[in-house]
Antibody, heavy 114, light 107 residues
Framework: DVQLVESGGGLVQPGESRKLSCAAS????????MHWVRQAPEKGLEWVAY????????YYSDTVKGRFTISRDNPKNTLFLQMTSLRSEDTAMYYC???????WGQGTTLTVSS | DIVMTQSQKFMSTSVGDRVNITCKAS??????VAWFQQKPGQSPKVLIYLASNRHTGVPDRFTGSGSGTDFTLTINNVQSEDLADYFC?????????FGAGTKLELK
């Protein structure tokens, strides 16, 4: 069965960094592009970043560009989101999702607060 | 950036009704639109891709239509398990953008 399991969330202070992971299993991870999507409490969905299967193509939302870095380790079947200069508005549930959006993880919660 | 407008934040319905949830793109997106359903405490689930293609396992009471800038998700014979939040997404251009969502509630 396809599984995506996010981890790495937690409570951080404004200005700090955090790295999220998404462990993939049940499919050939290296063949699929991947997205990060987030959802602030009681809010809608916000697309964050995309990485192609071989990491050659990467896109970011304007709100995270320059602060977040998406990457992947295909041999280890893992997707990452390195987040720096975190702000309170980055507080959200972070989901990884496989292209074409057919599988999502259960999410990991990041809270940015002093 | 392309803005996806779901003008109805809430929609009230009864079991057995038909509902149309709409999404309007601020510019042309051809048929690069997906629809998602999200229930409380759960991850979103894709219902429709490329505007009108039903994802595997999605009941046929869910239908997507539209192209260009105007898109509709129709739910025929609404069931109680369909009460949820619905989001559209355009994937024609980066940055990808979601609609703000429509919450389907019981009257």
């Amino acid at each position: 069965d396809v599984q995506l399991v996010e981890s790495g969330g937690g409570l951080v202070q404004p200005g700090e960094s955090r790295k999220l992971s998404c462990a993939a299993s049940g499919f050939t991870f290296s063949s699929f592009g991947m997205h990060w999507v987030r959802q602030a409490p009681e809010k809608g969905l916000e697309w964050v970043a995309y990485i192609s299967s071989g990491s050659s193509t990467i896109y970011y939302s304007d709100t995270v560009k320059g602060r977040f870095t998406i990457s992947r380790d295909n041999p280890k079947n893992t997707l990452f989101l390195q987040m720096t200069s975190l702000r309170s508005e980055d507080t959200a549930m972070y989901y990884c999702a496989r292209v074409p959006w057919d599988y999502w993880g259960q999410g990991t919660t990041l809270t940015v607060s002093s | 950036d392309i803005v996806m407008t779901q003008s109805q934040k809430f929609m009230s319905t009864s079991v057995g009704d038909r509902v149309n949830i709409t999404c309007k793109a601020s510019q042309y997106v051809r048929t690069a639109v997906a629809w998602f359903q999200q229930k409380p405490g759960q991850s979103p689930k894709v219902l429709i891709y490329l505007a009108s293609n039903r994802h595997t396992g999605v009941p046929d009471r869910f239908t997507g239509s539209g192209s260009g800038t105007d898109f509709t998700l129709t739910i025929n014979n609404v069931q109680s398990e369909d009460l949820a939040d619905y989001f559209c997404l355009q994937h024609w251009n980066y940055p990808l953008t979601f609609g703000a969502g429509t919450k389907l509630e019981l009257k």
